[in-house]
């Protein structure tokens, strides 16, 4: 018969192979495998199970919209200038030099961020509707540039998408 500090070894070794295949965390069993944890630890594993499950729950404002690819859209995402920019808009945003459509992705502290350059007229309005299409509420003047827009998350195909719907 094994001593008892060889037994609990190898039900404490059982248990992590069980929690190798994915699930949550319970209490009991954390107590089991790494001793008392406070609710505080528990859900912080938890949260971070999630978070490589991409089941994170996010903070939106509604379902966002999706926008389908143009016929002019290429593989690599760009697509050709219109011909002239629509006027009756209350705000413009204009292309690079390259004809590319100023919407860019970055991360901070590994969270991307959907950031829109070059908007020129009324902000309020641009987020606003950026808003509905993303699900999610921006953050203007970002970067300390006052033709900048920044939303929480990865909307760059759709917000381009939508841009060129508006005749960008």
Known sequence: RAPPARRHQGEAMMMMSL???GGLVART???AIRGVHSKRQIKRMNFKRLRKAGLMPTKATGEPEVF???ANELPNG???PPSAVPSEREFAI???KHGWLPVYKRY???IPYTKVRKVYGDQSAFAE???KVTATVPRRNAGGSFTTVEVKGDHVENVRRWLVSLGF
């Open 68 to 70: 389908p690819a143009s």
């Open 94 to 96: 204009f292309r690079s």
């Open 29 to 31: 069993q954390v107590q």
């Open 78 to 80: 760009w697509t050709p």
């Open 129 to 131: 509707q950026l808003a």
């Open 19 to 21: 929690l190798r295949g």
């Open 108 to 110: 901070r502290q590994q």
